[in-house]
């Protein structure tokens, strides 16, 4: 079992809960990951143009345009599937049991709001990929019977 997630049973209290009647959710409250993108960031692109970017890169699962003034496009590969922004906690749950490839959702509160979504469980995570402390941050593992 790697460092963090002996620090998520040492140092945070988590709970099942059923979302629907298919899935539940073991949440980890004020934790976060970092995702690191593969390419560097490129700004002043709009929206298709940082999913054309994706699309022409075998490596990219998902494009990420931060919002202005910034206006930087950055490329994720897998476990990274799905990113969504302006989205609350039960939105990023609810899209996540939708996706069957979902097995984990990191949703960023506070002021930020972003929901990501991924394909494997956090034993299996590359390098590159790093957990980190916040305050109004959750990590959710998604647990299907």
């Known amino acids: 079992m790697n460092n963090f997630l002996c620090s998520i049973l040492l140092f945070s209290v988590s709970v099942i809960i059923r979302i629907d009647a298919q899935c539940d959710y073991t949440y980890t409250n004020d934790r976060y990951i970092s ?70 959702l990191n949703h960023w509160g506070r002021n930020v709001q972003r929901c990501y979504i991924y394909n494997d469980t956090l034993d299996n995570f590359p390098s590159g990929y790093y957990f980190n402390v916040r305050a109004g941050d959750t990590i959710a593992e998604k647990v299907c019977p």
């Not at 302006?86 to 490839?101: F, K, R």
């Open 35 to 104: 995702p690191s993108s593969f390419e560097p960031s490129i700004g002043d692109l709009d929206q298709s143009e940082c999913d054309q970017r994706c699309n022409n890169n075998s490596r990219c699962t998902i494009a990420l345009l931060t919002p202005s003034p910034f206006n930087r496009c950055y490329l994720y590969e897998a476990p990274l599937i799905f990113i969504s922004q302006d989205t609350d906690l039960t939105q990023c749950a609810e899209t996540c049991t939708s996706m069957n490839q979902c097995v984990l």
